[in-house]
């Protein structure tokens, strides 16, 4: 028995307008659904697939896992991505951390680390 990684599924208020807006970030390809689910193709040696489904409650705590991007330009990436509708979190990571914590619209955390 083998299992293959094929998608990440993240629930969202508004699947559609969280959807569109992560395809924006990565600059992925995707397709809306007749109910408004959203699918983020991630190109060949990016991973699996997106998957934006909607549900009626909104994020309430922290993520228990979240999604970490390296840059090739950490300041040029967190500044476009802020600009796109991110906004920075403290989740306790301290000053002197070399990743910055943001949240996506419906306030998923995730990190831009620094480049290598």
């Known amino acids: 028995m083998a299992l293959t990684f094929d998608e990440i ?3 969202a208020v508004d699947p559609t307008a969280l959807g569109v ?3 924006t970030v990565l600059g992925w390809s995707h397709d809306i659904d007749d109910e408004g ?17 909607g549900v009626p409650e909104g994020k ?4 228990r896992i979240h999604f970490d991007f390296r840059p090739d330009n950490q300041q040029a990436e967190v500044d476009r991505v802020v600009g796109l509708g991110a906004r920075r979190v403290d989740i306790g990571q301290g000053d002197d ?3 910055v914590v943001l949240a996506d619209p419906e306030g998923n955390e995730f990190c831009i680390l620094a480049a290598e």
């Open 60 to 63: 309430v705590a922290k993520n």
């Open 37 to 53: 689910d959203v699918l983020l193709h991630a190109p060949a040696g990016a991973g699996p697939n997106w998957m934006f489904l």
């Open 97 to 99: 951390a070399s990743w």
């Open 9 to 11: 599924c993240v629930d």
């Open 21 to 23: 807006w992560w395809s």
